[in-house]
């Protein structure tokens, strides 16, 4: 009795190619990607990315993949994202995925929608903004608030200019190192449209939101999207109708390894976009 | 494949002497796999070359056959060759290579399951439950080729329990000392004395099984019975499950897990390691000397390490008492991850903890102590 397996192995990497390589902010590069096989995904799900030898990490993917083509901004801080900083067009890495569950698009049609992103956080958002673009009129007001360290570590700023015209753009930075050299002039100051200083919560504090109609994606680190929740709920808007992506370490992707495990969630499969109800108050998070 | 039938095929009592010539005769197919004796009560699950190494009366194993024959604690997975005139990634990582890294020049083979037939005889009921916990993660959404064809290719012959360790709390949580899931085995043995009662389970073990002995009926299950009211009243470790995962929810602040980690725990992972469900594993390349191929394989890993919830900017459990905590929950709370207790109440984790702690008193602290 010798039985038949039904299975590939899941964790078994995919060759892609670097078509393309895009500086995006300090030590953040854009790669654009292809494959021989088909690839799909939604947005807020990621990749593991990685190379023999070197490993393997997890990543989202930073837009909508265009006929198979599909984009990661990656930040360098550690072994495979150090390694993957070389990497030039022609050249090739390895991937699996796509994994995990995506930002509820759909239930944010006929909203209004606030996007609310710090840092490496708006590279998970940028699909969603694709998706407004694409199909404004499905959508009722759309604000992105975006936060960085200061304007070196923005992403995607060539883009705000095309993304003003049909949603209102809330940019802060804690500091600014040079105004003047800002690849995106003109920075105004203050409110929508220029650049403010000060902390993404601050812009939201001042925001005119109607709560009942309103829906948030939150992407940044995870004390941030803490202050930024506790602060959409005091403008009346409900648990639910906050989604948060998490990050935790994740070897597998696939809810094996339990790296990623935050109670009894796999931020790998269960999330790593989770509505703020389901994951406020978990012990060993902040949210 | 063990555990897809739920009728109960035919129920016979054997001579243990035939039975384990049955098993015996098996071995021209299968490994034979059982607890051998190692020290006082304890035995090791080994392969053996014939039933008369077995130490079928054994109390506990370290390690439980699940983790050892079916979910392996290192298992190669894919091999990476680098041909010559691909570049290695050598360290410092950061230092670009010559001529690019294309990956073409990379063959990637994936090392196929191992598919040879074993038969587990002896396991306890906790290790069954055990099992079943494991085809939760390996045979789920995604699974896992190497589980997955030790899993359809390995007999397990179940074993109810005739001593109850001193650390033993399945009664409490239902996984013990006698079987009964629904699935995770083929054969089922009941001691009786100078005879086995076999319960065959699967259709694999009824092909198999050629042994008539005398067919068991009313009153042969009656005194199965009786002997698991006998063996519920000798335990002498307890969890009070009632509500649990309240009282966790509530104290997740409780001084018992700062107390326990400051004064006990050394995060040596000793329990995650002898725990018959704990699942994580850990990917890990390893470049050959000759810088070549790169092999990928999973190891176990364990949530007690301090690097294991580790990311760019934080840890998010960098305390000790956290990490304890996480170990605890998963197998007394978290029971929204596969809506059943991590705990099969085997009491591997209290045994082999060089330092005692204990989760059913964390767990009666949490409840008394709030
Ligand atoms: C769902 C998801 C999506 C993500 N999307 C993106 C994205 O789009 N873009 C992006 O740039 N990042 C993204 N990340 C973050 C990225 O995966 C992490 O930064 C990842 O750790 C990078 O891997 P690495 O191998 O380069 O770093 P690692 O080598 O893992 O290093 C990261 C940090 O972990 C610690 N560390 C790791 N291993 C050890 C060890 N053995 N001992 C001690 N400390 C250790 C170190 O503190 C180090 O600073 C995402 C993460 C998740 C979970
Ligand atoms: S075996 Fe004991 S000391 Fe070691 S990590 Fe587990 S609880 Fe801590
Ligand atoms: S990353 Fe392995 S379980 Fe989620």
């Known amino acids: 009795m010798s039985h038949e397996l039904s299975t590939m192995n899941p964790l078994k990497p995919l060759r892609a190619k670097v078509d393309d390589v895009k500086i995006e902010a300090e030590g953040v590069k854009t790669y654009t990607l292809s494959t021989e096989f088909p690839f799909l995904a939604e947005p807020g799900q990621f990749n593991m990315i990685g190379y023999p030898g070197v490993g393997e990490a997890p990543i989202s993917l930073s837009a909508i993949v265009n006929d198979g083509s599909f984009k990661h901004t990656i930040k360098s801080v550690g072994r495979v994202t150090d390694f993957l900083k070389d990497f030039k067009k022609g050249d090739e890495l390895f991937f699996r995925g796509p994994y995990g569950r995506s930002w509820p698009v759909k239930k944010a049609e006929k909203k209004d929608v606030l996007i609310i992103a710090g840092g490496v956080g708006l590279a998970p958002l940028r699909p969603v903004i694709q998706i407004v673009l694409k199909r404004r009129e499905a959508f009722g007001e759309v604000s992105l608030i975006y936060g960085a360290r200061n304007e070196k570590n923005m992403l995607f700023m060539d883009e705000f200019k095309i993304w003003e015209k049909d949603i209102s753009l809330y940019i802060t930075v804690d500091e600014v190192s040079d105004v003047s050299k800002s690849p995106h002039p003109p920075f105004t100051k203050g409110g929508r449209g220029g650049i403010n200083i000060g902390l993404v919560t601050d812009l939201i504090d001042g925001m005119k939101i109607k709560p009942e109609r309103a829906i948030a994606f939150v992407c940044g680190p995870e004390i941030m999207m803490r202050f930024i929740c506790r602060g959409l709920i005091m403008h009346g808007m409900s648990q639910s109708s906050l989604y948060v992506s998490l990050e935790r370490r994740m070897k597998c992707g696939i809810a094996q390894c339990g790296h990623c495990q935050h109670s009894g969630l796999f931020v790998c499969q269960d999330g790593p976009v989770f509505s703020y109800k389901e994951v406020c108050g978990l012990p060993d998070g902040v949210l | ?83 010559e005139t691909s570049n290695p990634p050598s360290p410092p990582f950061s230092k670009r290579g010559m001529g690019g890294f294309s990956s073409k020049k990379i063959t990637v083979d994936e090392i196929k399951p191992d598919m040879a037939k074993q038969v587990i005889v002896g396991v306890h009921p906790c290790d069954v439950n055990a099992i079943l916990y494991l085809d939760r993660t390996f045979l789920g959404a995604f699974k896992d080729p190497h589980y997955e064809a030790r899993r359809k290719n390995t007999l397990i012959i179940s074993l109810n329990c005739t001593h109850v360790g001193g650390n033993c709390f399945c009664s409490s949580v239902g996984a013990g000392p006698f079987l009964h899931s629904v699935g995770g085995y083929d054969v089922l043995l009941t001691d009786f004395e100078s005879e086995y009662l076999v319960e065959i389970k699967s259709r694999e073990a009824e092909e198999l099984f050629g042994l008539e002995g005398r067919g068991a009926g009313r009153d042969e299950m009656r005194f199965k019975a009786e002997k698991e009211k006998a063996m519920q009243g000798k335990f002498r470790k307890t969890l009070n499950v009632s509500g649990l995962d309240n009282i966790f929810a509530e104290n997740m602040e409780h001084p018992v897990w700062q107390q326990t980690a400051e004064e006990k725990c050394l995060s040596c992972s000793n329990c995650v390691m002898v725990c018959p469900t704990c699942f994580c594993y850990d990917l890990r390349d390893e470049m050959s000397m000759n810088l070549k191929t790169v092999t990928r394989y999973r190891c176990f890993d364990a949530c007690l390490d301090i690097r294991f919830a580790e990311v760019h900017g934080g840890n998010f459990r960098q305390s000790r008492a956290a990490r304890l905590r996480q170990f605890v929950a998963h197998k007394l709370d978290q029971t929204n991850q596969y809506g059943v207790f991590g705990t099969v109440g085997c009491g591997r984790c209290i045994t082999w903890c060089p330092t005692g702690i204990d989760l059913t008193e964390i767990a009666e602290e949490l409840r008394t102590k709030n």
């Open chain 2, 1 to 83: 494949m063990t555990g897809e039938r739920t009728f109960q095929k035919f129920k016979r009592l054997i001579s243990k002497k035939a039975f384990l010539l049955w098993l015996d005769s098996l071995k021209k197919d299968y490994k034979l796999i059982g607890p051998r004796y190692y020290r006082g009560n304890q035995a090791v699950f080994k392969e053996v070359d014939s039933s008369k190494e077995l130490f079928m009366e054994y109390e506990s194993a370290m390690l439980s056959p699940g983790k050892l024959f079916l979910y392996k604690p290192q298992e190669e997975l894919f091999r990476f060759t680098f041909n």
